[in-house]
T-cell receptor
Framework: EDQVTQSPEALRLQEGESSSLNCSYTVSGLRGLFWYRQDPGKGPEFLFTLYSAGEEKEKERLKATLTKKESFLHITAPKPEDSATYLCAVQWNSGGSNYKLTFGKGTLLTMNP | DGGITQSPKYLFRKEGQNVTLSCEQNLNHDAMYWYRQDPGQGLRLIYYSQIVNDFQKGDIAEGYSVSREKKESFPLTVTSAQKNPTAFYLC????????????FGPGTRLTVL
């Protein structure tokens, strides 16, 4: 069973059509939840870090929110340049002083021209 | 201009060869990481280092080796024991190991001929 699940796997939007990407997790002992954007053939680019339920962060057309078991990345009035794969990662305490960072498989966002 | 550099961008390996991927950071981060990315899978941790001269195995360390002789550098060697090395390799660093954001380099694509 995946510990971090992202949905949908792929999303196609029209320019200006707002939507949300979901990241749900089953791990306990959350230390932080991270959102990244990745363009093809490049390394992930950091977007947001969330540490506790109720926290929200915004950057341009993106807004990330966190509850006890999931996070949403809201994209408002997206533009063609928002096309990318969006990755979610959860850092959690795996026992003692051991911490793990587990990534979801990502959501591929494609903007229709 | 701070950041993480990886070289080479593309690498081709013949069967039975060992190859070394370079990762350098000038962010003064203590922790460094190596991940492997395959299509349709989340990033998987190969090795990580919390401090100079110390490193630990991640989830898929078999067939790989690392060293951490300098704070700035964390090279990864893909040995001939790694049976399926073709993948996109990503290096990351963070200020500390726990709960802090990991920043990624641009990646190295390794192909076995």
């Amino acid at each position: 069973e995946d510990q971090v699940t992202q949905s949908p796997e792929a999303l196609r939007l029209q320019e200006g059509e707002s939507s949300s990407l979901n990241c749900s997790y089953t791990v306990s002992g959350l230390r932080g939840l991270f959102w990244y954007r990745q363009d093809p053939g490049k390394g992930p680019e950091f977007l947001f870090t969330l540490y506790s339920a109720g926290e929200e962060k915004e950057k341009e057309r993106l807004k990330a929110t966190l509850t006890k078991k999931e996070s949403f990345l809201h994209i408002t009035a997206p533009k063609p340049e928002d096309s990318a794969t969006y990755l979610c990662a959860v850092q959690w305490n795996s026992g003692g002083s051991n911490y793990k960072l587990t990534f979801g498989k990502g959501t591929l966002l494609t903007m229709n021209p | 201009d701070g950041g993480i550099t990886q070289s080479p961008k593309y690498l081709f390996r013949k069967e039975g060869q060992n190859v070394t991927l370079s990762c350098e950071q000038n962010l003064n981060h203590d922790a460094m990481y190596w991940y492997r990315q395959d299509p349709g899978q989340g990033l998987r941790l190969i090795y990580y280092s919390q401090i100079v001269n110390d490193f630990q195995k991640g989830d898929i360390a078999e067939g790989y080796s690392v060293s951490r002789e300098k704070k700035e550098s964390f090279p990864l060697t893909v040995t001939s024991a790694q049976k399926n090395p073709t993948a996109f390799y990503l290096c990351a660093s963070s200020i500390l190991f726990s709960g802090t954001t990991q920043y990624f380099g641009p990646g190295t694509r390794l192909t076995v001929l």
